[in-house]
């Protein structure tokens, strides 16, 4: 695995992963879902859902997670300024979460 990355500075992707502390309504899920239909130019893949592998402990209370994959940063940032994935985000996500969690991983080309 060590040989694996040694050249970082060429990257291809950047996985951009968010969890959620999904509220336990309805509607929350459909709400939420919203987010991965919005337009976005340099988007690769856009998967939501929760996951029963982890289990409760381990979890924290997040109990829904997106993952997408980007070509690069700069097109995730321009996606993530955006008008419409901020009123999402403010009109669909936050109202049906009580939490949050982002976090963005580079992978190496050929990886």
Same mark, same amino acid.
């Given at each position: 695995?060590?040989?694996?990355?040694?050249?970082?500075?060429?990257?291809?992707?950047?996985?951009?992963?968010?969890?959620?502390?999904? +509220?336990?309504?309805? /509607? &929350? =899920? !459909? @709400?939420?879902?919203?987010?991965?239909?919005?337009?976005?130019?340099?988007?690769?893949?856009?998967?939501?859902?929760?996951? +029963?592998?982890?289990? /409760? &402990? =381990? !979890? @924290?209370?997040?109990?829904?997670?997106?993952?997408?994959?980007?070509?690069?940063?700069?097109?995730?940032?321009?996606?993530?300024?955006?008008?419409?994935?901020?009123?999402?985000?403010?009109?669909?996500?936050?109202?049906?979460?009580?939490?949050?969690?982002?976090?963005?991983?580079?992978?190496?080309?050929?990886?």
């Amino acid at each position: 695995m060590k040989g694996r990355l040694t050249n970082i500075s060429t990257l291809t992707e950047i996985v951009h992963i968010v969890l959620w502390k999904l +509220k336990d309504t309805p /509607e &929350a =899920r !459909s @709400q939420v879902e919203k987010i991965k239909d919005l337009p976005s130019s340099g988007r690769i893949v856009c998967e939501m859902g929760d996951n +029963k592998i982890v289990g /409760e &402990a =381990r !979890s @924290q209370g997040y109990n829904w997670g997106m993952y997408s994959v980007w070509n690069s940063f700069d097109e995730l940032h321009a996606y993530a300024i955006s008008k419409e994935h901020v009123d999402c985000a403010n009109n669909f996500v936050k109202p049906n979460t009580t939490g949050s969690l982002a976090y963005d991983w580079e992978l190496p080309e050929g990886l």
